[in-house]
């Protein structure tokens, strides 16, 4: 347990343990939220916000509520906040970060989101639940995009 708890926290850099607020809504029993998210959060003691579910307001209320900086999603809920009418009655601006996975993003949709959302990056994960946590990603730190088709 411990050398997998170690490999989340290292390999999990969007962090800043004393000011990112992670919203979570994926289901615990997939490893991309178990780990990711609940773990993570509650070995490095990173704030957490859990809803029951995703459902359109009630996520945007919490990260304007929380100041939600950060959160892990898949690609059918990007295609909602890109086609959302509540996404501009809302201050979204602490939501500095995404990471998808579980499912390809295509690049055109990442951009879309990201032209609605200017403070959020998407980054993209690829992995294996078999291998419990994400295999590879773009590193959010030091880019203004995280698709691999822009470096």
Same mark, same amino acid.
């Given at each position: 347990?411990?050398?997998?708890?170690?490999?989340?926290?290292? *390999? =999990?850099?969007?962090?800043?343990?004393?000011?990112? *607020?992670?919203?979570?809504?994926?289901?615990? @029993?997939?490893?991309?939220?178990?780990?990711?998210?609940?773990?993570? /959060?509650?070995?490095?003691?990173?704030?957490?916000? %859990?809803?029951?579910?995703? +459902? #359109?307001?009630?996520?945007? #209320?919490?990260?304007?509520?929380?100041?939600? &900086?950060? !959160?892990?999603?898949?690609?059918?809920?990007?295609?909602?906040?890109? +086609?959302?009418?509540?996404?501009?009655? =809302?201050?979204? &601006?602490?939501?500095?970060?995404?990471? @998808?996975?579980?499912?390809?993003?295509?690049?055109?949709?990442?951009? !879309?989101? #990201?032209?609605?959302?200017?403070? /959020?990056? %998407?980054?993209?994960? =690829?992995?294996? @639940?078999?291998?419990? &946590?994400?295999?590879?990603?773009?590193?959010?730190?030091?880019?203004? !995009?995280?698709?691999?088709?822009?470096?």
């Amino acid at each position: 347990m411990t050398s997998q708890l170690q490999a989340i926290n290292t *390999v =999990y850099e969007p962090n800043d343990i004393k000011k990112d *607020v992670h919203l979570t809504f994926l289901p615990f @029993s997939h490893m991309y939220a178990l780990t990711l998210d609940v773990v993570h /959060c509650l070995t490095t003691g990173t704030t957490m916000v %859990i809803l029951p579910r995703f +459902e #359109e307001k009630n996520v945007l #209320e919490a990260i304007q509520k929380y100041k939600v &900086t950060w !959160s892990l999603v898949v690609p059918p809920i990007l295609i909602i906040l890109r +086609e959302s009418k509540l996404l501009d009655k =809302y201050d979204l &601006t602490t939501w500095k970060g995404m990471m @998808s996975a579980a499912a390809p993003l295509g690049d055109d949709l990442a951009k !879309s989101v #990201e032209k609605r959302l200017p403070n /959020c990056r %998407i980054v993209q994960a =690829y992995g294996e @639940s078999n291998q419990t &946590t994400k295999l590879m990603y773009r590193s959010h730190r030091n880019y203004t !995009s995280y698709h691999l088709d822009d470096h």
